[in-house]
Nanobody
């Protein structure tokens, strides 16, 4: 089983930046991809970004050009650099691994206008 712990959220003004981090532990050898989901109040959880073990990345359309996902395989860590943040990016951000194992506690990101 893989466990993940997210960090790096917070409150920022629109146009600002934040970087999220996620450290995986446990059966990390089984991880093929890592990424981020987010869930805004009253909305379903949505996939934001994914990075494979070989470094291929994908993003949901609403964050393309603003968010960058990266990964440090040696540290079993994935990062999400979020620039030009908008109020609609406000959500709890959850790290995930593929194959899926378990959710972390999430990291709150609040963007104020």
């Amino acid at each position: 089983q893989v466990h993940v712990v997210e960090s790096g959220g917070g409150l920022v003004l629109a146009g600002g930046s934040l970087r999220l981090s996620c450290v995986a532990s446990g059966s990390v050898f089984s991880i093929k991809a890592m990424g981020w989901y987010r869930q805004a109040p009253g909305k379903q959880r949505e996939l934001v970004a994914t990075i494979t073990s070989s470094g291929s990345t994908s993003y949901t359309d609403s964050v393309k050009g603003r968010f960058t996902i990266s990964r440090d395989n040696a540290k079993n860590t994935v990062y999400l650099q979020m620039n030009s943040l908008k109020p609609e990016d406000t959500a709890v951000y959850y790290c995930y691994t593929y194959p899926f194992s378990s959710w972390g506690q999430g990291s709150q990101v609040t963007v104020s206008s």
